[in-house]
Nanobody
Framework: QVQLVESGGGLVQAGGSLRLSCAAS????????MGWYRQAAGKQRELVAD?????????GDSVKGRFTISRDNVKNTVTVSLQMNSLKPEDTAVYYC???????????????WGQGTQVTVSS
């Protein structure tokens, strides 16, 4: 079981910034991809950004150039942070942290979700 601890989120005016963080207490080699998804009211969950252990970050089209994801691998903790700038009212959603990987090379793949954190952007 991998627990994801999310922090950040809240209420901000349009044009403002927020930072989300998500920490997973697990071997840094167990997590392949970690990132953020969001779900607005009445809409499907969509990718915001994710980052693999090796490789470049991947962003949803609507956030490219405004959001930046980063990953910090320290011993038995993997932390991803999402810096959100130039926020728009349409960025309002519940943001969910996600982690994909395997606990060991021979174990089944896992796909864990955080509980979600609300981001509200007022116009």
């Amino acid at each position: 079981q991998v627990q994801l601890v999310e922090s950040g989120g809240g209420l901000v005016q349009a044009g403002g910034s927020l930072r989300l963080s998500c920490a997973a207490s697990v071997s840094i080699f167990s997590i392949n991809t970690m990132g953020w998804y969001r779900q607005a009211a009445g809409k499907q969950r969509e990718l915001v950004a994710d980052i693999a252990r090796v490789g470049s970050p991947n962003y949803g089209d609507s956030v490219k150039g405004r959001f930046t994801i980063s990953r910090d691998n320290v011993k038995n903790t993997v932390t991803v942070s999402l810096q959100m700038n130039s926020l728009k009212p349409e960025d309002t959603a519940v943001y969910y942290c996600n982690a994909k990987g395997r606990l060991t090379p021979l174990s089944a793949p896992f796909d864990y979700w955080g509980q979600g954190t609300q981001v509200t952007v007022s116009s």
